[in-house]
């Protein structure tokens, strides 16, 4: 596990439905480190769900609560932290979360992952827009993900599945997917 960078932390990023949660959850587990997933910190910090924070005070306020969290986040070390699929979709919120550890990107069809987002109910971006403008959103948010340091493919993949390709990728980052060249010349 030598080969995180930064305080050797591993941030999960990606689209609603990605399975950041999920994945973050068994390797923290695989690999005996704490989980955290910023969601949860901002609904504990602003003391209402996701869902209510976005109907009462704005999508504006959810991202600087997000903001908020990344200034707690940099004191971590040796942690699994899955971010909300918005939070690396602003390229101070993305350099700071690389200066943090490996940013590794689950990656999956947008069909894929909107049919799972939806299952859940629990994500105000999906319930106030159509099945095109969520397309827009991920093909939006798509060139911050790529900008992770890994990429790992979750298509047709089970969620242990999906642990065992990422712990793959974080030892032998060089062959990582969509990395032409190393990340650091």
């Known amino acids: 596990m030598g080969m995180a960078q930064g305080n050797g932390n591993i941030l999960l990023i990606g689209f609603m439905g990605a399975g950041k949660s999920t ?4 390797l923290a587990r695989r690999l005996g480190l704490c989980f955290v997933e910023t969601d949860d910190m901002v609904t504990a910090l602003a003391g209402k769900s996701v869902p209510e924070i976005f109907r009462e005070k704005g999508e504006a306020y959810f991202r600087q609560q997000e ?7 940099v004191l971590k070390q040796g942690h699994v932290i899955a971010t909300g699929g918005g939070l690396p979709c602003d390229a101070e919120n993305l350099a700071r979360l690389k200066a943090m550890g490996t940013v ?5 069809d947008i069909t894929t992952l909107h049919d799972r987002a939806a299952r859940s109910g629990r994500r105000p971006l999906l319930t106030q827009r159509s099945r095109d403008d969520v397309e827009a959103l991920y093909r939006q948010r798509e060139p911050f993900y790529a900008q992770a340091h890994l990429i790992v493919e979750t ?10 390709a990422l ?8 062959v990582s997917p969509g990395c032409a060249a190393p990340a650091n010349p």
């Open 23 to 26: 994945v973050g959850r068994l």
């Open 67 to 73: 903001r908020e969290i990344l200034d707690l986040l």
């Open 104 to 108: 590794v990107w689950l990656r999956g």
């Open 155 to 164: 298509d047709g993949l089970a969620p242990d599945e999906v642990v065992h």
């Open 167 to 174: 712990l793959r990728a974080v030892e032998r980052p060089s």
